[in-house]
């Protein structure tokens, strides 16, 4: 029977995933700015920063920068020669993330592009392939942006998917809307590929990670 509840998650953050200063003003500065709120949380950054260092990734793309924060964790993660491609559409956004890259110390490590995924993707091909690709935009885009992140990533490489879940609405069978079945359809895509070994990190709200076998 699962056991994660709201007292284990809050053990997680304090014990594995404490922000320090710079992420925490990172947080109030997306706040303050009025973003949305919807961030990923303390202990999906520890667990994208850990899978990064694991793999030995290089070069990572994030597909969703909102503030830098989820940013922030990846490109702690990656090597010491590492880069971090992320792409937002916003172009609001993308001056708070690129303020909060320059307090983290990762300016010259995050190169910040503005624009439409669907459309900035394509011209990414050439800059691959990806070590460590992070999917987490507009939902209905997921079974797009996955099909896109699997011809370009690195045998070996990771992608990750944020809001695996939909926040419950995967597992209710009354709920068609097109957001969840395009996360039904992300899921299912990750689960029978043969070449990836995939799984859901079941806290929060899910995060859906697959590796490339080599």
Do not use: C
């Amino acid at each position: 029977m699962p056991t994660y509840d709201d007292a284990l998650e809050e053990y997680l953050r304090e014990t594995f995933a404490i922000e320090d200063d710079v992420l925490t003003t990172i947080r109030e500065n997306i706040a303050a700015r009025g973003l949305p709120h919807i961030s990923i949380n303390p202990e999906d950054g520890r667990f994208l920063e850990f899978i990064v260092a694991a793999s030995g990734a290089r070069l990572a793309l994030e597909i969703g920068t909102l503030g830098g924060y989820s940013g922030t964790w990846i490109a702690r993660g990656l090597s010491d020669d590492g880069r971090l491609i992320t792409i937002e559409v916003n172009p609001e956004h993308a001056s708070v993330a690129a303020s909060n890259f320059r307090l983290a110390g990762l300016a010259e490590r995050v190169d910040i592009r503005v624009g439409d995924a669907h459309q900035l993707l394509p011209e990414l091909k050439t800059e691959g392939p990806f070590d460590f690709i992070f999917i987490d935009a507009e939902k209905m885009g997921y079974p797009a942006y996955l099909e896109w992140a699997l011809e370009n990533l690195q045998p070996g490489g990771i992608v990750a998917g944020h809001n695996a879940f939909g926040h419950g609405a995967i597992v209710d069978a009354a709920d068609t809307r097109e957001r969840t079945e395009a996360l039904r359809a992300f899921n299912r895509r990750l689960a029978e590929d043969p070449l990836m070994v995939s799984l859901i990190f079941p806290a929060g709200d899910g995060m859906a990670v697959a590796v490339r076998r080599k």
